[in-house]
């Protein structure tokens, strides 16, 4: 019986640490996709060369709150990461709004 409750608690552990490594990884992962998506943009000539800075301004923002984040208290929180999931969320509308606004490089 003890030795069933050790292998459930070993269990429950590995089980709670899943997430919090996949929530690490796909913060980079989404940083990444947005950057692709930025230059992406700038190559088609949807997103104006004043449009693709302001882009790159926020994306610089969330990558210095999140490295701030990591470095406070040697701990990046559950708290912090939802922060900079929603600032992440934001920056991705931000810019589709901004390659589907009809404005290009072109005209």
Same mark, same amino acid.
């Given at each position: 019986?003890?030795?069933?409750?050790?292998?459930?608690?070993?269990?429950?552990?590995?089980?709670?640490?899943?997430?919090?490594?996949?929530?690490?990884?796909?913060?980079?992962?989404?940083?990444?996709?947005?950057?692709?998506?930025?230059?992406?943009?700038?190559?088609?000539?949807?997103?104006?060369?004043?449009?693709?800075?302001?882009?790159?301004?926020?994306?610089?923002?969330?990558?210095?709150?999140?490295?701030?984040?990591?470095?406070?208290?040697?701990?990046?929180?559950?708290?912090?990461?939802?922060?900079? /999931?929603?600032?992440?969320? /934001?920056?991705?509308?931000?810019?589709?709004?901004?390659?589907?606004?009809?404005?290009?490089?072109?005209?």
């Amino acid at each position: 019986m003890k030795s069933l409750m050790k292998w459930f608690a070993v269990a429950a552990l590995v089980a709670a640490m899943v997430p919090v490594c996949g929530l690490a990884q796909s913060i980079n992962e989404r940083e990444r996709n947005q950057q692709q998506r930025i230059r992406q943009g700038v190559r088609s000539g949807e997103l104006t060369h004043r449009e693709a800075l302001r882009l790159e301004r926020e994306q610089a923002r969330i990558r210095l709150a999140e490295a701030r984040a990591r470095r406070s208290g040697g701990e990046f929180t559950l708290r912090e990461r939802a922060r900079v /999931q929603r600032e992440l969320n /934001q920056s991705s509308r931000h810019i589709r709004h901004q390659k589907h606004d009809r404005q290009d490089r072109n005209r």
